[in-house]
């Protein structure tokens, strides 16, 4: 039997096919475990879903509870199977179909150990990004009393004294919050710093100049088990370091391709800016050899991808960062 879930905030649109394609239940229940077990107990089905932000729980369930279960990558099931009429449960039929011809396009699922170090170090990222929407916010305030912004130091002590000297409420309300924020911030580094120490990729990542506990444990959270990339290439293309080839006769341009991994492009752009002002490495002289005719913006993607693929090579021979390759 071939089970599939379609997955959304409220319901869950459910649907069982036997070995020749035939519907042998279809039902649509508000988002409840178990009733999805109910629905599928004594079926022994091969389950199927989407991926998505709310997949992971019920993923681990049905995994505890013995059933085999896949998932699909939403945008490689849409290029595979195009609908005129659309709606949930076209769309789970269509993943019982697709799953009972073996054509679905599955995702990586990393364990739940890496989910958990993920989601520790995007959190930090998350507060660290709405601290900076306050401190701006701040600055807005003082602009448009006429004030000169570049006395408030929002990083010493004395800078946030002096605001809150202003008597501004806004001000004050803003420097609340960046206080709790810093507070929050500072717990979680703590929790970084002692789950990078005790991770052993985390811990090769370290050698390399530029990367600290936090670039370690999100990179090395975020790539997982490198043995999914097939070369340097492939890693590369998921830290959106690859620009896409598109041709039409006589056509040809580069475009950015918009798939691939946010969190990894931005701590890999942000580390190599570090290890090319303080490290002599073969990744700096090649960055240098680029900016000097091609500019600083391609140079630093340069070596970025250059320094991706040094990572993927030091965690395949888990061997520590070498300056000159």
């Known amino acids: 039997m071939y089970a599939a879930l379609d997955?959304?905030?409220?319901?869950?649109?459910?649907?069982?096919?036997d070995e020749r394609g035939q519907i042998a239940s279809e039902t649509k229940i508000g988002r409840d475990a178990n009733n999805i077990l109910e629905f599928l107990d004594g079926s022994e089905a091969t389950v199927v879903m989407e991926s998505g932000y709310n997949h992971e729980h019920i993923y681990d369930l049905l995994k505890e509870e013995g059933y085999d279960v896949k998932?699909?990558?939403?945008?490689m099931v849409k290029a595979i199977a195009y609908a005129k009429v659309k709606n949930d449960k076209v769309d789970?039929?269509?993943?019982a179909d697709l799953l009972r011809l073996d054509m679905i396009p599955e995702c990586y699922n990393p364990s739940i150990e890496t989910?958990?170090?993920?989601?520790?170090?995007?959190?930090?990222?998350?507060?660290v990004s709405t601290r900076t929407i306050?401190?701006?916010?701040?600055?807005?305030?003082?602009?448009?009393?006429?004030?000169?912004?570049?006395?408030?130091?929002?990083?010493?002590?004395?800078?946030?004294?002096?605001?809150?000297?202003?008597?501004?409420?806004?001000?004050?309300?803003?420097?609340d919050s960046i206080q709790f924020f810093d507070a929050k911030i500072g717990e979680l580094d703590n929790q970084i710093k002692e789950q990078a120490l005790k991770n052993t990729y985390a811990k090769l990542l370290m050698t390399i100049p530029g990367i600290s506990y936090y670039g370690a444990l999100l990179i090395s959270s975020e790539?997982?088990?490198?043995?999914?990339?097939?070369?340097?290439?492939?890693?590369c293309s998921y830290v959106k370091l690859t620009?896409?080839?598109?041709?039409?006769?006589?056509?040809?341009y580069q475009?950015?391709?918009?798939?691939?991994?946010?969190?990894?492009?931005?701590?890999?752009?942000?580390?190599?800016?570090?290890?090319?002002?303080?490290?002599?490495?073969?990744?700096?002289?090649?960055?240098?050899?680029?900016?000097?005719?091609?500019?600083?913006k391609i140079a630093i993607v340069a070596a970025a991808r250059k320094l991706t693929r040094a990572i993927y090579i030091m965690r395949k021979e888990e061997r520590a960062f070498r300056l000159n390759g």
Not at 7 to 17: F, I, P, R
Not at 92 to 95: F, G, I, P, S, V
Not at 243 to 252: I, K, L, N, V, Y
């Open 71 to 75: 998932v699909a990558h939403p945008l």
């Open 134 to 175: 306050f401190k701006n916010k701040i600055h807005a305030e003082l602009s448009r009393r006429w004030i000169d912004c570049s006395k408030a130091d929002l990083s010493t002590e004395a800078g946030k004294k002096r605001l809150r000297s202003l008597g501004i409420r806004a001000v004050d309300d803003y420097l």
């Open 115 to 127: 989910r958990e170090l993920r989601d520790l170090a995007r959190r930090r990222h998350y507060f």
């Open 7 to 17: 997955l959304h905030q409220k319901t869950v649109q459910l649907v069982l096919k």
């Open 92 to 95: 789970a039929r269509t993943l």
């Open 255 to 296: 475009k950015v391709d918009h798939k691939g991994n946010r969190m990894l492009n931005w701590i890999m752009i942000q580390c190599v800016h570090i290890h090319v002002l303080n490290c002599n490495s073969s990744i700096t002289k090649h960055y240098d050899r680029i900016k000097e005719s091609r500019g600083a």
């Open 243 to 252: 620009p896409g080839s598109h041709q039409s006769g006589d056509t040809q």
């Open 223 to 235: 790539i997982a088990d490198i043995k999914r990339f097939p070369d340097p290439e492939h890693l």
